[in-house]
Nanobody, 126 residues
Framework: QVQLVESGGGLVQAGGSLRLSCAAS????????MGWFRQAPGNERDFVAA????????YYSDSVKGRFAISRDNAKNTVYLRMNSLKPEDTAVYYC???????????????????WGQGTQVTVSS
């Protein structure tokens, strides 16, 4: 089992920045690919960013590419999502997710993750 706890959400003005953190406990953190998803009211849970288990490959949705950055610190069992140039449309609950290492990983597909955090609210005001 892996437990994930997100933090760092809040209210920010458009153009501002936030850094989300996701602290993991349980199994060996380095064996997991990590992802961030978000869900706005009435919408599906959408892919935002992901990083493979080795930490050398990152993936981003087109809507956040160039503004958001995912990183991980295996020594701290923590993955981060740095969000810059925030827009009102970035408002959502942000979820951290972990996927055990596998040969084929559909990192954009929420069904290909094994563990989820409880989410943290990000609200961007215009």
């Amino acid at each position: 089992q892996v437990q994930l706890v997100e933090s760092g959400g809040g209210l920010v003005q458009a153009g501002g920045s936030l850094r989300l953190s996701c602290a993991a406990s349980g199994r060996t953190f380095g064996n997991f690919g990590m992802g961030w998803f978000r869900q706005a009211p009435g919408n599906e849970r959408d892919f935002v960013a992901a990083m493979n288990w080795r930490g050398d490959i990152t993936y981003y949705s087109d809507s956040v590419k160039g503004r958001f950055a995912i990183s991980r610190d295996n020594a701290k069992n923590t993955v981060y999502l740095r969000m810059n140039s925030l827009k009102p449309e970035d408002t959502a609950v942000y979820y951290c997710a972990a996927a055990a290492e596998r040969s084929l990983w559909s990192y954009r597909d929420s069904r290909d993750y094994d563990y989820w955090g409880q989410g943290t609210q990000v609200t961007v005001s215009s």
